[in-house]
């Protein structure tokens, strides 16, 4: 018991020299001061949250003297938490509350757990001499989320149900579903890992639902070995019915292009996506119309007259009824005496996901679709031309069709199709403005039109226009209006010419007009100082927008070293026949290719030496680059321009091209310094360009200079050491003399003064340091030495000296080779 009693006595040496033994020590000790360590089995934790690992210990007698306590927490083999006298070892994530330490509680908190966490811990409580550690499992919980996605069914059919279980841990779940609170069978499971090591579970069931009674209930029921209670999600389930999809074709009057459309039609609920796919691509453009089942048509222009057409065109039906799309595909013809079986190719097909048992209702629907309908009115413009469109469906005898257009003045224009029921050849009406062309089908006894009104708006009539389209059939008629407008619109310049550089040090320029109307433009380039030569066009890319007016690009390229001159400009001239004329111009002050200067490089002014100054030069076109040095002397205000001389060194550097076409330049000045002349000089570095309206400058500020020229150690009398050291820079130095004291090595020499320094003529300084040597007892040997330290010296400087028996100096050189001190008589500076 005398060793615990010594420690907690306070008897053993606790200065910074027991560090790390300490711990060891406090580890080794067992034979006495009782120790009782407390920890549960294991501790469950949720993600994204805090959990508390507990660990309390209790001591035979208290109160915890925190002297004899250390603390370990591991994580499996490795350590997250230390805690003793030297040591607080929380971290960001791991925590011991030090104030519960004292009251025996070394209790760890995890902050947002992860499920990277869970695993063995260990916590081990070291109170000296006694040793105890326990360990404590951590099992991590995420709780999932359970989602049914609920889309409408269908009567009859077996139903896709799909129930989505994310986020949860660990990965042993069961998932049942339930139809009126009995158990389905038959899911199938589709398990992910996600990155953060939680785990995600689709679950998927078929399930047909007859004629019943109300609205089944669904249930998608989770269970989970940490859950007090399962999780579910619930679903009242919706009925609804598929769409009937077909496309239809119809050329515009001109012959040149073809329009599609793809119907969709009496489905329910209304939502439905539908896509057209050209060559297996996917393009956007749409129209809709509604009935009393939702029904959906969208249209979509091929130009017959280019370069490559697609092959053919595909519409794509998504409804949340179905569980895969349905996919309706038409081989595009491009034949010019294409017949009526081009034009009206009616190829819908019911995809069979209704089934006999339901025939009522799938009477009730095909009476629905053979109903007499007329869908909206679609706009189509290419160049200055539009074309308006019209489709009939489902008439039990011919069609006819007037198109009435209403005018800026109220004016109206009527034009009717007078092609009798029984023709099927396209009624064609051409008028002095108009075009009605009229396109008609029959298909199981029923009747369908595509009509299309084309002309050529004029600002003067058709700046606001209304356009109707009324289909007679057995004497009901339907009529549909769409309201629009035309308006010849001015050039925006979408901004200013914008530069980039070419790939044989050319420079391509380019101009964007936005929303202008009509199409015809002419955009002519020049360049020139004064006088303007014509640049040839390279590119114009035009577009158009949804509101039917144009976008165009145009681009050229200009020689790189016309711009090494500052007042070359490039300049874009457009002409629209119907609002005028305008110009950009850009000049080479205009681009992002401005030289960047980085910070001057300057090494350690050293008297005597040369210094290199260098500053980099980046991101500049044309190589036109203009370096000049200047200097600044102390005590002047004034600059002035270097020139290659005994002094000034300027090596030739070479510009070099970067991948992004602009160069870089290393600036570079080698200078000869000198204390007396350079001492809080400063250097400029200035750069010109023709990017540049204003030089760019980069300076060192007042520079420093180091040096020291020599350590000179001289006999001034017969016991008087002298040691001189000149011409060193800056002022501030340390000379200490030390000698023996007695037997012994130089670790017994001591500080004997300190140097005198006095200022030269050139700017430097001289400092002189005297040492007495007078030998106490005759006939002995006396060592001495000088050391000087300065900072313009890369280590410190030793000069040794020995008194021989025989009374002579005698200076020890590197080489421990003794070279006679003979004595001079010398005036002190």
Request: overall charge neutral; hydrophobic content about 35%; glycine content about 6%.
């Amino acid at each position: 018991m005398k060793l615990c009693g010594d420690l907690r006595g306070g008897h053993i040496n606790k200065g910074p020299a027991m560090g790390r033994a300490m711990t060891l020590l406090l580890l080794l000790l067992h034979t006495c001061c009782a120790l009782e360590i407390t920890v549960p089995s294991s501790q469950l934790g949720i993600v994204q949250t805090d959990v508390l690992l507990p660990c309390t210990f209790k001591v035979e007698k208290p109160p915890v003297n925190l002297q004899y306590l250390a603390i370990f927490w591991h994580f499996g083999d490795k350590e997250i938490v230390r805690y003793d006298s030297k040591t607080k070892g929380s971290t960001s994530r791991f925590v011991i509350d030090e104030q519960a330490v004292k009251r025996g509680d070394v209790s760890l908190t995890i902050y947002n757990v992860t499920v990277s966490d869970e695993g063995s811990y260990k916590c081990t409580v070291v109170y000296t001499p006694d040793t105890q550690e326990k360990k404590i499992r951590l099992n991590i919980l995420a709780v999932p989320e359970v989602k049914i996605q609920k889309n409408a069914v269908q009567r009859g059919v077996a139903s896709f149900l799909q129930c989505s279980i994310t986020n949860f841990y660990p990965k042993d779940i069961k998932v049942i579903w339930l139809k009126n609170g009995k158990i389905l069978s038959e899911s199938a499971q589709d398990d992910e890992t996600n990155a953060d090591m939680t785990f995600t579970r689709n679950s998927s069931v078929y399930v047909t639902f007859l004629e019943e009674p109300g609205k089944p209930n669904i249930a998608c029921k989770v269970e989970h070995k940490y859950l007090q209670e399962p999780i579910e999600d619930f679903y009242s389930v919706r009925y609804g019915a598929p769409p009937t999809v077909n496309i239809k074709v119809s050329r515009t009057p001109d012959g040149n292009d073809q329009i599609y459309m793809c119907e969709a039609m009496n489905y329910s609920p209304e939502k439905v996506t539908m896509r057209w796919l050209l060559d297996g691509k996917r393009i956007d453009s749409s129209k809709q119309s509604n009935n009393e089942y939702f029904n959906k048509e969208i249209y979509h222009q091929i130009q017959l007259i280019g370069n490559n057409p697609p092959s053919q065109i595909s519409c794509e039906v998504q409804h949340e009824t179905l569980r895969d799309p349905i996919m309706i595909t038409e081989e595009v013809r491009l034949e010019s005496d294409c017949k009526r079986s081009c034009h009206f190719g009616i190829i819908g097909v019911l995809v069979g996901l209704l089934v006999t048992s339901l025939l009522g209702l799938w009477i009730f629907m095909k009476k629905d679709s053979q109903r007499f309908q007329v869908g909206h009115i679609h706009r189509v413009q290419t160049e200055g031309k539009v074309t308006f469109y019209c489709m009939a469906s489902n008439c039990p005898n011919g069609v006819r069709v007037t198109w009435t257009i209403k005018e800026n003045d109220g004016e109206k224009v009527v034009i009717s199709d007078i092609k009798q029921e029984t023709d099927e050849e396209a009624a064609l009406i051409v008028s002095k403005e108009f075009t009605v062309k009229t396109e008609r089908s029959q298909e199981d006894k029923l009747h369908h039109a595509i009509s299309a009104l084309s002309f050529t708006p004029v600002v003067s009539k058709h700046k606001m226009i209304e356009v109707s389209c009324r289909f007679l059939c057995n004497k009901q008629s339907r009529e549909k209006s769409l309201k629009c407008s035309f308006t010849f619109k001015k050039p925006e310049l979408s901004g200013p010419v914008q530069m980039s550089l070419g790939d044989n040090g050319d420079v391509l320029c380019s101009v964007s007009l936005e929303k202008f109307y009509p199409k015809d433009i002419k955009i002519k380039w020049s360049h020139g100082l004064g006088h303007f030569q014509d640049v040839e066009t390279l590119q114009e890319t035009f577009t158009k927008n949804n509101d039917f007016t144009f976008n165009v690009r145009s681009i050229c390229r200009v020689p790189g070293d016309l711009l090494k001159d500052q007042g070359c400009r490039v300049r874009a001239t457009w002409s629209h026949d119907e609002t005028g004329t305008g110009q950009q111009e850009v000049s080479i002050t205009d681009s992002d290719w401005c030289p960047v200067m980085g910070e001057i490089e300057k090494p350690d002014f050293i008297d005597g030496k040369e210094a290199k100054l260098v500053c980099q030069i980046s991101g500049f076109f044309p190589n036109d680059l203009d370096v000049k040095w200047l200097r600044r002397d102390a005590e002047s205000q004034e600059f002035h321009i270097l020139s290659a001389n005994d002094k000034y060194k300027f090596p030739e550097m070479e510009a070099t091209q970067q991948e992004d076409k602009t160069f870089n330049y290393t600036a570079c000045l080698i200078a000869s310094v000198s204390a007396a002349t350079d001492y809080r000089a400063e250097f400029i570095c200035r750069v010109r360009h023709p990017s540049l309206k204003t030089p760019l400058e980069k300076s060192t500020k007042e520079l420093g200079v180091k040096g020291i020229q020599a350590v000179n150690v001289t006999l001034l009398k017969k016991d008087v050491i002298r040691a001189e050291v000149s011409h060193f820079f800056p002022e501030q130095i340390k000379i200490t003399w030390i000698r023996t004291k007695g037997k012994g090595a130089y670790e017994e020499y001591k500080n004997i003064e300190n140097p005198k320094t006095q200022k030269n003529s050139d700017g430097s300084y001289t400092a002189v340091s005297e040492l007495s040597v007078k030998a106490s007892t005759p006939q002995k040997k006396k060592y001495c030495k000088v050391i000087v330290e300065h900072e313009a010296s890369n280590s410190v400087i030793e000069k040794k000296v020995v008194r021989e028996k025989n009374g002579e100096f005698y200076l020890i050189d590197n080489e421990n080779k003794k070279i006679l001190l003979e004595q001079k008589q010398q005036n002190r500076k």
